[in-house]
């Protein structure tokens, strides 16, 4: 068995002085990542130690910011990988002729400074073709980093940025301003940017088509499933999940059925073993109830399922078909003590419950 490396205190140390300070969880990212960004930053400060740079944290909350925002690697471009595009734009033509006068919801999550979902909306109106009424198109962009989601807002972009957008879709879907180029109404429009964190916020719902690229690679497999076992609840029936090129989740394809596994694209077949936990005896409600998803910042609409399950006094549990927590809701939560960002992605038999 592999043995775990011994735990690096002062790392650990810089981790939680930015959870006190930011809100912010990094403690289940991938270590070699953090480290290399907070070398980064030593450098940068001149910080010859870490138990230095620790006593900076400790005094200047600006550089715990600018740490985070360092960690958080927001390297992306529009049309970023053209093959998965090629496919994208094929599958979008087929979504749009599935949903005729209804409303199509995409979700890019983690998008960054927003070129992945100007894409998507782009692909999405060159799909549904010149005067064609279709489905209601919605891209939320979503992201952790406020920074990032302000700039994705402006849609403000300079020739380096729009490298892979070709000649004819800048000329379509882009205003020149000087030597920048902004994002057309039209598409901006159907884009709605928030700052949502995949790992605690409520997940954007209904969603039809779902891009995730570039994020799992820097989250430890514990955290993956949890974000995984969200979006679970985030597609419709059928809905796609598309992750990064370089992101292979074996856990992916126990959720998802894989679709086309080469461009990492999956779909959610509504397929997941749902079991259920009865109590007779309920402990007695607390005065208030353990906040268990933060609300969502573009859109606080729950699926009519998930609010009955909530309001229900019966612990209810759902697993996969390994036994891995997908759903767990209120009263699971108050009877276990446990909140369901805790648990979602876990061994339900992992969990101790007695
Ligand atoms: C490398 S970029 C990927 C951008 C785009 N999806 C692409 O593939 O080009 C990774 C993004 O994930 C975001 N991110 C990391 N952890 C996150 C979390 N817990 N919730 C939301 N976004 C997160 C980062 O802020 C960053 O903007």
């Known amino acids: 068995m592999a043995s775990k490396p011994p735990r690096d205190s002062e790392l650990e140390a810089i981790l939680e002085k930015v959870r006190e300070v930011r809100n ?3 403690r289940n990212y991938k270590r070699a990542t953090l480290q290399r960004r ?40 529009f049309f970023r990988d053209r093959e998965v595009w090629q496919t994208l734009e094929q599958s979008l033509v ?84 000087g030597n920048s180029y902004t994002v057309r109404k039209e598409i901006r429009r159907g884009v709605v940017f928030g700052v949502n964190n995949l790992v605690s916020d409520a997940p954007v719902s209904r969603i039809d088509l779902l891009l995730c690229r570039n994020v799992f690679i820097y989250l430890d497999s514990d955290l ?19 992750l990064g090129r370089s992101e292979l989740i074996p856990f992916a394809a126990r959720l998802f059925r894989p679709v086309d596994l080469s461009r990492r694209i999956y779909r959610k077949d509504g397929d997941v ?48 078909n390994d036994g891995t927590v997908t759903l767990w809701n209120r009263a699971a939560a108050r009877l276990w003590n446990r909140n369901e960002g805790d648990v979602l992605g876990k061994k339900l038999s992992a969990l101790g419950l007695g």
């Not at 009865?278 to 906040?291: A, G, I, K, N, V």
Request: charged share 25%; glycine share 4%.
């Open 273 to 320: 073993e749902v079991s259920t936990t009865t109590q007779d005896r309920l402990p007695p409600e607390p005065s208030s109830l353990p906040r268990l998803i933060e609300p969502a910042v573009i859109d606080t609409e729950r699926p009519f399922l998930r609010n009955l399950l909530d309001s229900q006094p019966c612990p209810t549990i759902a697993t996969d």
């Open 24 to 26: 912010f969880d990094f």
């Open 38 to 77: 907070i070398e980064r930053r030593m450098q940068a400060t001149r910080c010859r130690t870490r138990s230095a740079y620790l006593a900076l944290l400790e005094r200047d909350p600006v550089e715990v910011t600018t740490l985070v925002s360092s960690m958080l690697i927001k390297l992306t471009s």
């Open 94 to 177: 087929e979504l749009i002729r599935q949903r005729p006068e209804k409303e199509l919801r995409i979700w890019s999550a983690g998008c960054a400074t927003g070129e992945e979902a100007y894409s998507l909306a782009i692909a999405a109106a060159e799909a549904l073709g010149p005067g064609n009424p279709g489905p209601e198109l919605k891209v939320f962009g979503t992201d952790v980093d406020e920074d990032a989601i302000a700039t994705a807002r402006r849609g403000v972009y300079s020739p380096e940025q729009l490298e892979n957008v070709s000649p004819e879709r800048l000329a379509r879907f882009f205003v020149r301003t």
């Open 224 to 242: 993956q499933k949890r974000v995984l076992a969200r979006f679970q609840f985030a597609l419709r029936r059928n809905g796609l999940l598309v």
